[in-house]
């Protein structure tokens, strides 16, 4: 298993601005996903936090909105560009532990943009 | 793209009645089906999985069952109880590797006591 921890818990945001989230391992993980998840809905993948290398994003999700980082094996970070109100959503990280395939979650990130 | 569908988008049950829920997957290539239980402002957590040399999984009151060729999969839950609502996921993916998983659109389960 894993234990992730994901920061901030939840922040209220002025359009405009930017808020990075953060998600930290407590092992080393080969991948980490960064998901989307609006209040009653399902959990849309942005992107996939490589290791050394850009991230992969999906459709929809750009790197300029979306910028992540991977600088080692336990950590990564989400940043939420230029926000408006559209992007008020429940932030989660995941890691899949190597050699298994079940999706860890961190406690995801609430985002409130005013 | 891939997709998965899943149905009723909501299920109401009374407790020690059954509920069960159901997937269709689009990716042919798709081997590793978890389910996950989304209880209110908590993280997805896994509750049972299936792999595609499997045609049925079963832990506790917990049972998944996996049609290949129909690409169909399904989670059952007896004896339901109220701890048991909450939002379940299915999820559907290649397996290891950094292949993605893909979620499908969520039931919400609500067991009345």
């Not at chain 2, 996996?66 to 909450?86: M, V």
Request: hydrophobic share 35%; aromatic share 10%; charged share 20%.
């Amino acid at each position: 298993s894993a234990v992730i921890s994901q920061k901030p818990s939840r922040d209220i945001c002025q359009r405009g601005t930017s808020l990075t989230i953060q998600c930290q391992v407590d092992s080393q993980v080969t991948m980490m996903f960064w998901y989307r998840q609006q209040p009653g809905q399902s959990l849309t993948l942005i992107a996939t936090a490589n290791q050394g290398s850009e991230a992969t994003y999906e459709s929809g999700f750009v790197i300029d909105k979306f910028p992540i980082s991977r600088p080692n094996l336990t950590f990564s970070t989400l940043t939420v560009s230029n926000m408006s109100p559209e992007d008020s959503s429940i932030y989660l990280c995941s890691v899949e532990i190597s050699g298994g395939t079940e999706a860890f979650f961190g406690q995801g990130t609430r985002l409130t943009v005013v | 793209g891939e997709n998965v569908e899943q149905h009723p988008s909501t299920l109401s049950v009374q407790e020690g009645d059954s509920a069960v829920i159901k997937c269709t997957y689009s990716d042919s290539a798709s081997n590793y089906f978890p389910w996950y239980k989304q209880e209110l402002g908590k993280r997805p957590q896994l509750i049972i999985d299936i792999r595609s040399n499997v045609g049925e999984k079963k832990d506790q009151r917990i049972a998944v069952t996996l049609n290949k060729t129909a690409k169909h999969f399904s989670l059952h839950i007896t004896e339901t109880q109220p701890e048991d609502s909450a939002v379940y996921f299915c999820a559907a993916s290649r397996g290891t590797g950094g292949f993605k998983t893909i979620f499908g659109a969520g039931t919400r389960l609500f067991v009345k006591a």
